[in-house]
């Protein structure tokens, strides 16, 4: 069974460039959550959909972020324009909506910001 | 607020011995609760979960994990550690209540040496 897929895996740019990162979940799974791990920070959880709809932006940074899911089997972090301490891998987890249900996890996007 | 605590940010063991990695979760109610392994470049693989009934709860490549209600703790064992298990582990409760959010709380995660 094809598991989360993430691309880019491996994205190199300069500061102030546009970054879209890309998620695909399980199919059948209607929860999607970014991640974003950092050495200094460990794994924070930035934002959550439940069946498309945006439940918690909470841990969003600032405006520069932003996601969307279109349908159940996409969603985008778009970083614009994006800083040299945006450079973080991040990750990609879908669920089945249930509480309590555990994510599974993409194999992530490592992010350098020149 | 839910919260979870791994107090150790490293351990090291030698290859064949056992291995414990300890928990803790600050919950109000019954809690949902994973631990996840994650190898260098790949993403959290979840180990074992925890939902209710059997307080040991057995998961993949030989770990188990205990809930122990009165210690709010919900450690991870292997009986005999293997050179691969070499990775970082992270312990993770589901919150809300009743079902009302499907978010996880993660630990700040154990990183496991294991020497020859």
């Known amino acids: 069974d094809a598991g989360v897929i993430q691309s880019p895996r491996h994205e190199v740019t300069e500061m102030g460039q546009e970054v879209t990162l890309r998620c695909k979940p399980i199919s059948g799974h209607n929860s999607l959550f970014w991640y974003r791990q950092t050495m200094m920070r460990g794994l924070e959880l930035l934002i959550y959909?439940?069946?498309?709809?945006?439940?918690?932006d909470s841990g969003m940074p600032e405006d520069r972020f932003s996601a969307k899911m279109p349908n159940a089997s996409f969603s985008t972090l778009k970083i614009q324009p994006s800083e040299p301490r945006d450079s973080a891998v991040y990750f990609c987890?879908?669920?089945?909506?249930?509480?309590?249900?555990?994510?599974?996890f993409g194999d992530g996007t490592r992010l350098s910001i020149l | 607020a839910q919260s979870v605590t791994q107090p150790d940010i490293h351990i090291t063991v030698s290859e064949g011995a056992s291995l414990e990695l300890r928990c803790n979760y600050s919950?109000?109610?019954?809690?949902?609760l994973f631990w996840y392994v994650q190898s260098p470049g790949q993403g959290l693989q979840l180990l074992l979960k925890?939902?209710?009934?059997?307080?040991l709860v057995q998961g993949i490549k030989g770990f188990e994990a205990e809930f122990k209600r009165s210690q709010s703790s919900f450690n991870l064992r292997k009986p005999s550690v293997h050179w691969s298990d070499a990775a970082e582990y992270f312990c993770?409760?589901?919150?809300?209540?009743?079902?009302?959010?499907?978010?996880?709380?993660f630990g700040t995660g154990t990183l496991l040496a294991v020497q020859p």
């Open positions: 925890y939902f209710s009934g059997d307080t």
């Open positions: 987890a879908s669920s089945f909506r249930t509480g309590g249900q555990p994510q599974h």
């Open positions: 993770a409760v589901g919150a809300g209540y009743g079902g009302a959010t499907n978010k996880l709380i």
């Open positions: 959909f439940n069946n498309n709809v945006p439940i918690d």
């Open positions: 919950y109000g109610a019954t809690p949902y």
